[in-house]
């Protein structure tokens, strides 16, 4: 929506640049001024006609982008879905949200946290589990039988396994070192949620500030200041290349604006996505490695 709104934005500012142009052609031709101003004009009416290019792409990276991430193709109605956003009234600005105990509840809504402490509890049961089997012996009793010639013979056999000399330290040293590499892990990982909690949240009250003062007070001034100058003009005061660079002051700042909204958006949605249990900043999931440990079978 921002991108389609900002390329309207553009548009408009190209036609005033093209309007710009034409009468200051006309003035010079007429002899009225010196050739440096339709030189100028005609500068800024190209600078208009590159944004105006610049701001038609970004409206196409945007769709595909969106269109990427609701399915592309392998969804039916989704380029229909996509071409219709930005027709329909523009949302109102996100409120600011009450940000208190932000670092609390993202750390308890951390999914990176959920899955660690699951993986440390794991890694600490099979560590239990291995001193356990380092300080019993191992008993084991057989029975057979056998039929031979018609007849039946059967027989019972005890093994007992001392842990004399392998104890399986090494299979121990091993588990509690994985203990200690996910409690590391956990921690730091704690630390990124309540870092990225702050900055989200710092985030989010700078983008609400700068959202309101760009559709608030520099809107209205800039929409003053383009109603001053028609009055003038209009009691030709001002001539129309004065008029038109006011106007596109005014186009310039409702732009910011989009862009002031389009932040304030981004930011909101970080602080909703963390209370969700998601960072925004981490990386793509990786699979945890699996520590696969072989069990000691020899005995003494």
């Excluded at 100028?40 to 769709?63: F, G, K, M, Y």
């Excluded at 589990?129 to 039929?147: D, F, H, K, Q, Y």
């Excluded at 003009?233 to 005014?250: E, F, H, K, Y």
């Amino acid at each position: 929506m921002a991108a389609r709104r900002k390329l309207e934005l553009a548009r408009t500012r190209t036609g005033l640049a093209e309007v710009g142009a034409d009468a200051a052609r006309a003035v010079a031709d007429a002899g009225g001024a010196a050739l440096l101003s339709p030189l100028r004009e005609a500068a800024r009416r190209e600078a208009a006609t590159l944004a105006l290019a610049e701001a038609d792409l970004s409206v196409l990276e945007a769709e595909e982008r969106l269109v990427a991430l609701l399915g592309g193709g392998a969804v039916p109605g989704v380029h229909d879905a996509v071409a219709g956003v930005g027709a329909e009234a523009a949302s109102p600005a996100p409120q600011a949200m009450d940000l208190a105990g932000l670092e609390e509840t993202a750390v308890a809504a951390s999914l990176e946290l959920a899955e660690l402490r699951a993986r440390l509890g794991a890694a600490q049961a099979r560590a239990r589990l291995a001193r356990a089997e380092s300080r019993r012996p191992g008993l084991e009793i057989r029975l057979l039988a056998e039929r031979e010639e018609g007849a039946w013979t059967a027989g019972a056999g005890l093994s007992l396994r001392l842990p004399v000399f392998d104890r399986g330290r090494g299979r121990i040293a091993a588990l509690e070192a994985e203990v200690r590499s996910i409690q590391e892990l956990l921690s730091g990982t704690e630390v990124l949620v309540r870092s990225a909690a702050r900055v989200a949240a710092a985030r989010l009250s700078a983008a609400h500030a700068r959202a309101e003062r760009r559709t608030g007070p520099v809107r209205a001034f800039h929409e003053r200041m383009t109603s001053e100058t028609l009055l003038h003009a209009n009691a030709m005061q001002v001539g129309i290349p004065t008029l038109l660079s006011a106007r596109d002051s005014a186009l310039r700042a409702e732009a910011d604006a989009v862009d002031a909204l389009r932040n304030l958006a981004i930011a909101d949605a970080a602080v909703r996505a963390l209370r969700a249990g998601v960072r925004p900043d981490a990386a793509a999931p990786r699979p945890g490695p699996s520590t696969v440990i072989a069990t000691a079978e020899g005995g003494h």
